[in-house]
């Protein structure tokens, strides 16, 4: 079973953070610049407060009637964030991501953020792993 810190360690992609003051409109430049559909609020020194995703946007801004350029993302985000730790296994990510229908997760390592788990991730680590498992098991039985 693969450990998120064995993900942490291979992705080349990090992830990015923004301030809680930040307006929903500089978040989405973010977002849109990193080509990334989450971002993590946090405080000073890692702390994650929350997290803002283009879900929140989309229900939160443009359907409620907000502007984004005066709306800040304290406002939106999604305080309540489901974490992992860098010892838990991609299985379990999968579970939580699927029993809480989240397609992100936080990875906090003694109280401060170290890294994030995308459901592509998730998928693609198992689908690999599967796929190596796949090939042992052909490998033994024709040798």
Same mark, same amino acid.
């Given at each position: 079973?693969?450990?998120?810190?064995?993900?942490?360690?291979? =992705?080349?992609? +990090?992830?990015? /953070?923004?301030?809680?003051?930040? /307006?929903?409109?500089?978040?989405?430049?973010?977002?849109?610049?990193?080509?990334? +559909?989450?971002?993590?609020?946090?405080?000073?020194?890692? =702390?994650?407060?929350?997290?803002?995703?283009?879900?929140?946007?989309?229900?939160?801004?443009?359907?409620? +009637?907000?502007?984004?350029?005066?709306?800040?993302?304290?406002?939106?985000? /999604?305080?309540?964030?489901?974490?992992?730790?860098?010892?838990?296994?991609?299985?379990?990510?999968?579970?939580?991501?699927?029993?809480?229908?989240?397609?992100?997760?936080?990875?906090?390592?003694? +109280? =401060?953020?170290?890294?994030?788990?995308?459901?592509?991730?998730?998928?693609?680590?198992?689908?690999?792993?599967?796929?190596?498992?796949?090939?042992?098991?052909?490998?033994?039985?024709?040798?």
């Amino acid at each position: 079973m693969v450990e998120v810190q064995r993900l942490l360690d291979l =992705k080349k992609k +990090g992830y990015w /953070t923004i301030a809680p003051e930040t /307006t929903a409109y500089q978040a989405l430049e973010i977002m849109a610049a990193k080509d990334v +559909g989450a971002l993590m609020v946090v405080a000073t020194g890692r =702390k994650l407060l929350g997290i803002f995703t283009e879900r929140d946007y989309s229900r939160k801004v443009v359907l409620m +009637g907000k502007s984004s350029k005066n709306t800040l993302v304290s406002e939106l985000m /999604t305080p309540s964030v489901y974490c992992v730790s860098p010892d838990d296994t991609m299985e379990y990510c999968m579970a939580l991501m699927n029993d809480r229908h989240v397609r992100h997760l936080p990875v906090i390592e003694d +109280g =401060k953020l170290v890294g994030l788990v995308s459901i592509r991730d998730v998928v693609n680590t198992i689908i690999h792993e599967k796929e190596t498992t796949i090939k042992d098991l052909e490998q033994y039985i024709t040798s």
